[in-house]
């Protein structure tokens, strides 16, 4: 079975191709970046309406297949923004409805979920999801996917970016942050905020502004201080979920962890545990369609297909809405 998923719930239209095995045949995309400010959702679905035949092509290209190859139709139906997640929902019905193919909708976080598990060894593993919008720490349990924590407002990837933007630098910020933090290593007190097991960053973030606009502090110290802060929010959440859940694998996905100093401290959090930390390469830790593909064979193997009237969007699901058939506890 060859299956085409369709990935739009933000910047990146993306498109996967994967086969029942989880071989990726093709992981195209196209991201929208802007040279000020963030996402403006008309203008993101505009490039998406733009792109769209291209990574089609592309993809299908890459793959050495045509579309008459395809079995089955996937796109990500939520949570994102609606407007850009009605793209990919339309060009997914198009394609199921000129093709006669199958389709199925899936949820975004759950696929950063199963790619990480059939990218690495994990077999039930938290995943520690560090993305632009999204910041959730999640592990299977009883039918679903919970969450054992999560930000209160902002995900930690629109706090780098809004940190980045303030200071200067160019979206996505959470690169050039990095690049920074390896020029310093004075540390910088900033607040650290854990409640129970949820995250915050709306106040670190008005903290660490007021920081750089008084002088006080160089950009290089606070991005320096600013990644030792939030990581480590990060990983006292992941480790709190790993001891109460008594699992000992843990999955990073999420732009954010193409970082290589979260990656550190989440391994040896891990090592100092006797846990085991994985990470996916970085094609399918940011957004990609691949990973929609692949949670979209998983969901039809258990429950077959939807009807196309059915194939709408849901940008406010959340991911311990979705019921789990594929799961072998
Ligand atoms: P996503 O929403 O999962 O596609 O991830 C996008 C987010 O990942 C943006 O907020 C980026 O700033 C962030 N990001 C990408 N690479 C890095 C990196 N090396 N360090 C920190 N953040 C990163
Ligand atoms: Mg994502």
């Avoid at 299956?3 to 994967?18: D, K």
């Avoid at 201080?225 to 992941?238: D, G, K, P, W, Y």
Wanted: a negative charge.
């Amino acid at each position: 079975m060859i299956c085409l998923g369709i990935e739009s719930t933000a910047h990146t239209f993306g498109i996967g191709i994967v086969d029942e095995k989880g071989k990726v045949l093709a992981n195209v995309k196209d991201a929208y970046t802007t040279e000020s400010g963030g996402i403006i959702p008309t203008e993101a679905s505009d490039h998406h309406v733009n792109v769209c035949d291209v990574v089609l092509r592309n993809a299908l290209e890459k793959a050495k297949i045509s579309l008459a190859d395809v079995d089955l139709i996937t796109y990500s139906q939520s949570p994102g923004i609606g407007h850009t997640l009605r793209i990919g929902a339309f060009v997914a019905r198009s394609l199921a409805s000129q093709l006669r193919k199958p389709i199925v909708g899936v949820n975004h976080a759950i696929a950063h979920l199963e790619i990480g598990r059939l990218r690495t060894n994990a077999k039930d593993p938290i995943l520690l999801y560090a993305s632009g919008a999204n910041t959730q720490v999640i592990a299977y349990h009883n039918k679903k996917y919970r969450v054992f924590g999560e930000s209160l407002d902002i995900g930690v990837g629109n706090f780098l970016d809004s940190f980045a933007r303030h200071i200067g630098l160019g979206f996505p910020g959470g690169p050039k942050i990095y690049e920074l933090s390896l020029q310093s290593k004075k540390f910088i007190e900033l607040p650290y905020v854990v409640k129970g097991m949820d995250v915050s960053f709306g106040g670190l973030l008005t903290h660490t502004k007021r920081k750089f606009d008084s002088g006080e502090c160089s950009k290089e110290d606070l991005s320096f201080s600013i990644q030792e802060t939030v990581f480590a929010m990060l990983v006292e959440v992941s480790e709190r979920a790993l001891a109460h859940t008594r699992k000992n694998e843990l999955v990073l996905g999420g732009g954010v962890a193409c970082n290589i100093r979260l990656r550190e401290m989440c391994e040896k959090m891990c090592d100092d545990r006797g846990a085991q930390c994985y990470c996916p390469e970085n094609e399918f830790l940011v957004d990609n369609g691949a990973m929609i593909a692949w949670l979209g064979v998983l969901k039809y193997q258990n429950q077959g297909g939807e009807k196309i009237s059915d194939c709408v969007i849901k940008p406010y699901e959340r991911t311990d809405d979705v019921e789990v058939t594929w799961y072998k506890d």
